[in-house]
């Protein structure tokens, strides 16, 4: 993941400073990997994550070329040309408001929803079943988020949730290993927001973070 996101930045990088001009076709997967010096997949994981992110525009038969309107893309296509160290401290931006926020204003219905989503994640790392822990993980947060009290907030976090759900799956490729180290911290997160400790959520929320890779 940290060679990806590295070569992710530096093909960014090249394009911003139009080493690679909008509307010009970019060099071949055989080139790309001795200009980068890396293997055929991280070059193609590379550029698939900058066509869906509306940077690059993939011609069957033509060739990959520069969106000449890249610039003019939606907010989640935004976020998707991020590489993970930026979206986690974004996330980290997002959270800790709202984890104060959940832990202060939550309603006994939500506090229900956070620890049932809880359980799915725990079932899903007892199943060893990679995609329902991402999608448990994600409604666990996203409960929490719901739980602040600001629709505001919580559908900005909804839009952010798209974005770190590819990063997750690209992260835990293997298996459920993230999910199920750190999984005693949700737990601990879970009972200090429902207790109202604000000071004890937040420390556990930046313990969840710094263990996010």
């Known amino acids: 993941m940290k060679l990806y996101n590295k070569i992710l930045s530096q093909i ?13 076709k970019i060099p071949t997967e055989p080139e790309l990997m001795k200009i980068y010096n890396v293997g055929r997949s991280t070059i193609r994981e590379a550029i698939k994550t900058l066509a869906i ?11 990959t070329f520069i969106n000449a309107n890249f610039q003019n893309v939606s907010m989640e296509q935004r976020l998707r040309r991020a590489d993970f160290d930026e979206i986690n401290d974004v996330r980290a931006l ?11 204003n939550h309603t006994e219905d939500q506090i229900i929803k956070i620890e049932q989503a809880l ?51 690209a992260r835990d490729a293997q298996g459920i290993s993230y999910f199920a180290m750190n999984h005693h911290l949700h737990e601990q997160l879970y009972k200090a927001i429902r207790s109202k ?11 969840i973070l710094d263990n996010n890779y």
């Open 12 to 24: 960014k990088e090249d394009i911003n400073k139009e080493k690679y001009k909008p509307g010009e």
């Open 119 to 169: 359980q799915n994640r725990k079932i899903a790392i007892q199943a060893e079943k990679p995609q329902e822990c991402v999608d448990s993980d994600i409604e666990f947060h996203m409960a929490i988020a719901n739980a602040a009290g600001n629709i505001v907030l919580s559908e900005l976090y909804y839009s952010f949730t798209l974005i770190l759900r590819n990063f997750f799956s």
């Open 94 to 104: 997002l959270e800790k408001e709202i984890v104060k926020r959940a832990t202060l």
């Open 53 to 63: 992110s509306g940077i690059l525009n993939v011609k069957q038969g033509a060739g």
């Open 197 to 207: 400790r604000i000071n004890q959520s937040q420390s556990v929320l930046q313990k």
